[in-house]
């Protein structure tokens, strides 16, 4: 938003320099991301045109005498509005302008034309930086000052403002202005409004129906006739131009002065374009069509507010106006609209037509419904100011979403208990009176506030609280220690126990990946995780159709994961979430446990000749698990599995001292088909974060010295069934009080080996941490370890023990 100085100091008085104000606007809330400067002509001046004569050598020249007040001078022009008895603006030589030719600054030198000297230049707006136009000369009012430099005289400066989005006056010259006045003491002069009223009564003229008061809670209207279309004065061209607005004509113009004057949009109809005269406020019809003003067709629907006639829609509500009621060069009469509309519906019709306007830019804020008819009567006097035409009688005003003006009271205990300080309820009342707002007393410490008519963000108490704090200046407001000590801090021992497993499985060589918490009922068929909708959670507004259930694992998420991947021409991929999922519960809120889920796919290491070709199987993902568990304190263990979104015979359930916490394995090939994932198995594990947690120890494992004994090692082949687990085997070899560590290091069935037997080969480490073991205390201890196979898992040894050191 750019306001020009010139056209800020009309509203209020500023006794300060620019930068000064920038810098206090800024400080309050209002930020000035730049003050732009227009002006610093050297040797340019107001000038009057005395005479002017055909060049003797030359058809297309002129010679003019120029005086300044004090000298004329003699000066070549080619411009063909150049005119006896005007006000130009005069550049003597060495003043500096812009070469219309290449864009850049130069300086004027005298120079010859076509024989004779010209001694300066009367300038074009091009030539002065201040617009494009070059066909002419730039003419002055006639009560420009002859001889006043134009600096003095044309110059400006210009606030560059960048304001927040709760706040929408300040996208107007009135809602700074009251900024402006309560930062420096000063009062606010809102523009005299009165015109003539010398037509036929408006209620004979147009009628407005508004079908939905929901969509627009208020619709004001003039009638202005027999008006003349064509350019703006200079005066409002200048400031449209000095606000980045550029001109059209002057009944456009107007509407977009009041705009950015007052901050609410406007729009014009061509009056005689209006079938029977009425205005019909309604949602479109679906399938509707309307050529709008930028040349584009569209095709509306029951979303989109329209403004119609008894027929056609004839402009989007708020948005942009249709171009078969534009105001065009035969316009003469004009019905003069200024509304309130939705700001959500507002917002979501510019957004499906891809239109950004100024006027959506403001009614998507929220403007209140008190600022149209003031607009409305603005925007009408000058109308007729600036294109003459007779005023209708009054105005329409349907005004169906009418409420009472809302107050909010306000208390210095309020005050106190949001800054820190206390505040004589003068100043406040005189903090908020300046801004504009209407306050009455209370009692000693309370006031009855009212927001004014510009003012839509004030909601709440705490918003009046803020009004004061920004005025006097925060770095007024002393520093003061809490009322009240910090909380003590409450340990989040469950989410400080996600964050480690979460940085576990990183080092471990995984990368995370994060996935909507919604997924599609297909999805979780294919995954084999549902194959109906009852017992899962069913989203009451998805964003589509493939988030519709809330996810009961973590499954499907990762497959895709992995299948979008390989889409890409992934080959070794290792992946984990960590996240909520959401088991349905009858009568109750879902539970809701921490995750933790990770799969493999592809190839262990990249490829070249180092590489072993090797790919990722069941074990890779056992000892990520095992090692995870391990970290943290719990002694983890395994059993078969029957789960159907694994291989059978490929599964298995992780235990976390003794209770199940999770399950890992081969992804089943029918499940990796439907997500179109070949060329190898996938490994996947899940665990349970919240079951995790609770088999974690109270004192974790601390760090344990490095021994400072030798330890002996034996090793030892048994025979046991093949159904007994490997983990069951080494759980009984390490409950030995002197076994420091058990390693399987073979395995094998087949021949020399009875049917229905595995042969195990173990490596046993004994270590005391007092003192060396001698070989026989290590030989008792091997006695024990091997009666105790005997008796627990029906072991018979196959061989003699062999010492190792």
Known sequence: MKIPLSWLKEFVDINIPAEELAHRLTMAGLEVGEVITIGGWENCYVGYVEKVERHPNADRLNLCTVSTGNGTQRVVCGAPNVAEGQKIAFARVGATLIDVHTGKSATLKAAKIRGVVSEGMVCSEKELGLGEDHDGILVLPE?????????????????????????????????????????????VHEPEVFYPEEGNPISSQARVFI???????????????????????RWLQERLQRSDVRPINNVVDVTNYVMLEYGQPLHAFDYETLLRSNIMVRRAYTGEVMETLDGVTRVLNSSHLVIADDRDARALGGVVGGIDSEITDKTTDVLLESASFDPTNNRQTAQAFHLRTEATIRFEKGLRPGLPAVALRRATQLIQQVAGGTVAKGIIDAYPGKKGDTSLLLTSERIKKVLGVEFPMDRPREVLTSLGFDCREEGPSALRVTAPYWRSDIAIEDDLVEEVARIIGYEAI????????????????????REEVRDLL??????????????????????????????????????SGDYQYMRPTLRASLLRTLASNLSHQA?????FEIGRVYLKREKDLPSEPETAAGLFYGPRSSEGWLGSGDRYDFYDAKGVVEALLRQVGVAGGFQPSDDPFFHPGKAASILANGSLVGILGEVHPLVQESFEIDGGSVVFFELNLEKVFEAVPQERRALKPLARYPSSIRDISILVDSSIPAARIQSVIENQPLVERVLLFDAYEGKGVPSGKSSLAYRLYFQAADRTLSSEEVNKSLAKVIGLLEREVGASLRGGEEVQG
């Open 571 to 575: 080959d070794s991929v290792s992946l």
């Open 478 to 497: 002393p520093t003061t220690m809490l009322s009240t000590p910090i909380p003590a801090n409450e340990p989040q021992t469950l989410r400080n126990f």
């Open 143 to 187: 009560d420009a000052p002859l001889g006043m430099p134009l600096t003095d005289y044309m110059g400006d400066q210009v606030l560059d403002l960048e304001p927040t989005p709760n706040r929408s006056d300040w996208l107007s010259v009135l809602g700074v202005a009251y900024e402006v006045a309560a930062l420096t003491g000063t009062k």
């Open 211 to 233: 079908r939905n008061p929901d969509l627009c809670p208020r619709y004001t209207a003039s009638i202005i006739k027999g008006i003349a279309i064509g350019p703006s004065p």
């Open 506 to 543: 990183v080092m471990e060589g995984l990368q995370e990946v994060i996935s909507y918490s919604a997924v599609s009922l297909d999805m979780l068929k294919r995954a084999r995780t549902a194959d109906d909708d009852s017992s899962l959670l069913k989203v009451a507004n998805p964003m």
